[in-house]
Structures are given as C-alpha cells and as structure tokens.
C-alpha cells in the first residue's frame, strides 16, 4: 500500500504562541477543502500543546519536531512518554 501525499510544514522558535494561533486560524479555513492531500504542521514544542487544541476536529495533523529516545532530556529533543502525553500524533 503506497502512502499518498504529505504536506507539512514547520518552524523552529520563531512564533510565539499567539503568533502560532494566528498562523493556525489562517491556514484551517485554506486547507479545509484540499483533495488527495494530508495536511501536518510541527510546531516547536512550546506550541505543540496550543496547537492540538486548535487543529481538535480539522484535517491538520500535528507532529512533533523531534524526539530522543531515551527518556532522559537530551535538549532539544524530547522524550517519547513527553511527546505522546503531550499529543500523540507523529514525530
């Protein structure tokens, strides 16, 4: 089975959160009526929670930037049990 066409997009620490709400709000109504596409962003994780919340019950899937996997903290990324509890979704 072939997986079909993914688009995300990303952004390192450059929004604020507020920033990240304006910039979901914009995007959902744009992406709504895409065909044939899944549609992803992946905030940093100061947005990650904001933005699950936001994305709740539209096509935008939300994916962490990046994960270690060891349960340690091994800045930037984080753990796995860290980015599951926090969304779920993909990294």
């Known amino acids: 089975m072939s997986r079909g066409t993914l688009i995300a997009g990303n952004w390192k620490m450059h ?3 507020p920033e990240a709400e304006q910039l979901i709000q914009a995007l959902l109504p744009r992406v709504s009526s895409l065909d044939g ?5 992946c905030p940093p994780y100061t ?9 709740r019950g ?19 990324a984080k753990s796995p049990r860290r980015c599951w509890s926090t969304w779920g979704s993909a990294v």
Do not use: G
């Open 58 to 76: 539209s096509r935008v899937a939300i994916f962490a930037q990046n994960m270690h996997e060891s349960e340690r903290a091994h800045s930037p």
């Open 15 to 17: 929004e604020t959160v």
């Open 47 to 55: 947005a990650l929670a904001p933005m699950v919340d936001s994305a």
């Open 37 to 41: 596409v899944e549609i992803a962003i």
